[in-house]
């Protein structure tokens, strides 16, 4: 069978490599913030929507040990902490705190990256990157879309869950691609119309006991 191997580039899939682009660019001086979604189908207008009154600064209470013990849900959505999601925007501003008074340290610049929630407050989810890395975004720049992102390169993407099936394509590292389902040790992933089995290990985006049908 032919292999064929799909570039993070020609894909425009490349997760920038830093800690300090934090893939994608940390703001540069003159940048305009990002913190909610705009439509691009119309020319600038003002922000309306006043985030400040929606989500006041505050201190976060640290967690208990006893409460890091216990399965953990997020105080707002009543979902599971830690959690993966994916970048609906293509841009969006990581601030140090839940509110737009908190100082930018990075801006995300690449849409469906996945990142892991690790904390909610307001409308604030506080994120991190494949490196540990993060801060506070407004929920809306936000999607329960699962993705992953390619941790080894030239990554076979095999027809079966099995290291001897036939290799359908090739992934290079920095690729984005849509999570599927999953077993314990191999997950199923598109990209570019090409789907395929991938060994979890070489994935970050998935939990190593989560399973998905």
Not at 54 to 82: D, F, K, Y
Not at 169 to 175: C, F, P, W
Request: net charge neutral; charged share 20%.
């Amino acid at each position: 069978m032919l292999q064929k191997w799909l570039s993070a580039l020609a894909l425009s899939l490349v997760i920038t490599g830093s800690l300090g682009v934090m893939g994608g660019t940390a703001l540069a001086q003159g940048d305009t913030p990002t913190d909610t979604i705009a439509t691009t189908e119309a020319p600038a207008a003002p922000n309306t929507v006043d985030l400040a009154a929606m989500s006041p600064p505050a201190e976060i209470p640290q967690q208990t040990q006893a409460e890091a013990e216990e399965p953990r849900v997020g105080p707002i959505t009543r979902l599971p902490l830690p959690r993966y999601v994916s970048m609906k925007a293509t841009k969006g501003n990581v601030r140090r705190g839940p509110s737009v008074t908190h100082r930018i340290d990075w801006v995300f610049m690449r849409r469906n990256m996945p990142l892991q929630i690790v904390a909610e407050f307001g409308h604030w989810r506080r994120v991190v990157d494949q490196e540990g890395a993060g801060g506070w975004i407004h929920h809306s720049l936000l999607s329960g879309v699962r993705t992953v992102l390619v941790q080894k390169d030239m990554l076979d993407l095999h027809v079966r869950p099995n290291e001897k099936s036939p290799v359908a394509a090739q992934l290079e590292i920095g690729v984005i691609a849509r999570l599927h389902q999953c077993t314990l040790d191999w997950c199923r992933v598109s990209v570019a119309g090409y789907k395929g089995w991938s060994p979890k290990s070489a994935l970050w985006g998935v939990e190593a006991d989560e399973v998905r049908d």
